[in-house]
């Protein structure tokens, strides 16, 4: 069992049968009353986030998960596929609870993916990946003081915001969990 206050950014609990990640903890104190612990947490099934609110004396049960690397092999309309270097068996995972982190899913990459019970539950990417930019509108010389960004298309099909110096071919750095634009890759 986990108490509430123990529910810090990553812990993973079951509620309702349920299993949730802790994406934000907020503990809050009330004068004299007692304290509430007040989190946003994702639904490791269907992706969904949930903000929930417990007393701080309460406890939650923990959920055993365990961390596997898998390579990413490809994917279809409803699944991707992830193989174990080591077994070489394959598992298949629900587009609907990677997210948004399916886009940044690359060929032959290696990826943590957190399981509960031999079902697989979510992936870590790297916070940001490199991507070669396929498509955008030209820079006009002596653009690249301001402050202004541009529309690119990315070697993934995402679509991002980018400074007006970015030209096709270039290769930069997006961070995964937002989609935004980094830097220039060295």
């Given at each position: 069992?986990?108490?509430?206050?123990?529910?810090?950014?990553?812990?993973t609990f079951i509620q309702f049968g349920k299993p949730y990640i802790v994406i934000?903890?907020?503990?809050?104190?009330?004068?004299?009353?007692?304290?509430?612990?007040?989190?946003?947490?994702?639904?490791l099934e269907t992706g969904s986030t949930e903000e929930k609110s417990f007393s701080s004396n309460i406890a939650v049960e923990d959920v055993n998960t365990v961390k596997r690397k898998l390579q990413f092999l490809f994917k279809d309309k409803i699944n991707a596929t992830f193989m174990d270097p080591k077994t070489f068996e394959?598992?298949?995972?629900?587009?609907?609870?990677?997210?948004?982190?399916?886009?940044f899913l690359t060929e032959g990459?290696?990826?943590d993916v957190l399981f509960w019970d031999e079902r697989a539950l979510s992936v870590e990417l790297a916070p940001s990946i490199t991507l070669?930019?396929?498509?955008?509108?030209?820079?006009?010389?002596?653009?690249?003081a301001s402050n202004f960004l541009k529309t690119a298309v990315l070697e993934n099909?995402?679509?991002?915001?980018?400074?007006?110096?970015?030209?096709?071919g270039e290769k930069i750095r997006v961070d995964t969990r937002t989609g935004d634009y980094l830097e220039r890759a060295k």
């Open positions: 069992m986990i108490s509430a206050t123990g529910l810090k950014n990553g812990v934000k903890y907020a503990l809050i104190k009330m004068g004299r009353g007692g304290a509430v612990v007040k989190i946003t947490a994702r639904n394959q598992t298949e995972i629900p587009l609907k609870i990677l997210g948004d982190s399916a886009v990459e290696t990826v070669a930019v396929t498509e955008t509108d030209p820079g006009v010389k002596g653009n690249s099909g995402f679509k991002t915001k980018v400074p007006l110096f970015i030209k096709v």
